[in-house]
């Protein structure tokens, strides 16, 4: 158990609905990524947060948006959804930010069908 | 920004072979690189990182400056080891690389 949790583990929705994707990182991290995984594209970092701030942002779609809040634990929200958004969606926490090898510990994941 | 790449999607040994997962990186400046490990669509989790030089699992990982290479090698394959690799950049690059789908065959 990596200590990060997400939260639904499984869900299943129609195209053009939205979603929220919830992570509480591990204790005492303050790093929290998020990233998109599919079988035809591998892991696609899309977007990190420190302490509540967006630090950085990869291939994350104008439809798709984050947050950190107060208490570190973040959520992913996804909207318009499309077929090609069903993947399995990870959370990561780590201790620091850049500049710093800090591992990843990573979540459980959610797995999200669009139907 | 720090990259890497792997060259192999998917990797089949036979159990008890040695088996060598390649990764390459492209970057200036001290690398730090990680390997990771995802067992059948489980949660991602950190395998080994090369500033600590350990060897888990029987794997170990040797930083090669000179080929930008930090291949991830075992001796021997056990069936256990059928995973999804991933080689990755320090915490604070988020660029994994595209992963190496590796089977044991019995």
């Known amino acids: 158990d990596s200590g990060v949790t997400q939260t639904p583990k499984h869900l299943i929705t129609a195209t053009g609905q939205r979603v929220t994707l919830r992570c509480s990182p591990r204790?005492?991290?303050?790093?929290v990524y998020w990233y998109q995984q599919s079988l035809d594209q591998g892991l696609q970092f899309l977007i990190q947060?420190?302490?509540?701030?967006?630090?950085a942002k990869g291939n994350i779609l104008e439809r798709f948006s984050a947050q950190q809040f107060p208490d570190l634990h973040s959520e992913l929200n996804l909207s318009s959804l499309e077929l090609g958004d069903s993947a399995l969606y990870f959370c990561?926490?780590?201790?620091?930010?850049?500049?710093?090898?800090?591992?990843?510990?990573f979540g459980p994941g959610t797995r999200l069908t669009v139907t | 920004a720090q990259r890497v790449t792997q060259p192999e999607k998917l990797l089949s040994v036979f159990k008890g072979a040695p088996v060598e997962l390649k990764c390459n990186y492209s970057?200036?400046?001290?690398?730090?690189l990680f390997w990771y490990v995802q067992y059948s669509r489980q949660r991602l989790q950190l395998l080994l990182r090369?500033?600590s030089r350990e060897s888990i699992k029987g794997f170990t990982a040797d930083l090669n400056k000179g080929e930008t290479s930090f291949h991830l090698k075992k001796p021997f394959a056990q069936e256990e080891d059928s995973a999804m690799y991933y080689c990755?950049?320090?915490?604070?690059?988020?660029?994994f690389g595209t992963g190496t789908s590796l089977t044991v065959i019995p």
């Open positions: 990755a950049p320090p915490g604070n690059q988020f660029y």
């Open positions: 090369h500033i």
């Open positions: 204790s005492g991290d303050l790093s």
């Open positions: 947060y420190y302490n509540g701030e967006e630090r």
């Open positions: 990561a926490s780590s201790v620091g930010l850049a500049g710093a090898p800090y591992e990843q510990y």
């Open positions: 970057y200036s400046g001290s690398p730090e």
